[in-house]
């Protein structure tokens, strides 16, 4: 009897451990982090573009747009190359955060 208690304890503790991994999952990639670091110094370069337009600098403005520009591109090539390691709903979400600011930077130069 007491044996059956104790196999049947230690199958409760791995499988709570196991729903524990399940629900917590293994922590945030490096390509992830990369992803999302790129993400918010695009949408800091989109904040900066906003100032300029609103100070109609053109210099500054044409400069920014070319940067803008860039990191669109730079977007690609990211996700091509580190976007299979990511799960797909981190990516997706990492793609709807794109998105959202990229359309705030088309609405900003009139590109919509």
Do not use: H, R
């Not at 104790?6 to 399940?22: D, E, P, R, Y």
């Not at 800091?44 to 990191?71: A, P, R």
Request: with cysteine; charged share 25%; net charge negative.
């Amino acid at each position: 009897m007491f044996n059956l208690k104790s196999t049947l304890n230690c199958v409760i503790v791995l499988s709570a451990f196991v729903g524990f991994l399940f629900v917590v999952g293994c922590g945030s990639s490096a390509e992830k982090q990369k992803m999302t670091e790129f993400l918010q110094n695009y949408d800091q370069t989109v904040d900066e573009y906003s100032s300029v337009v609103s100070n109609t600098d053109n210099t500054k403005k044409t400069e920014l747009e070319g940067k803008l520009d860039n990191l669109m591109n730079e977007w690609t090539n990211i996700k091509i190359d580190v976007g299979s390691e990511v799960t797909p709903q981190a990516l997706d979400k990492l793609e709807n955060e794109y998105k959202v600011i990229t359309k705030k930077y088309k609405t900003l130069a009139g590109k919509s």
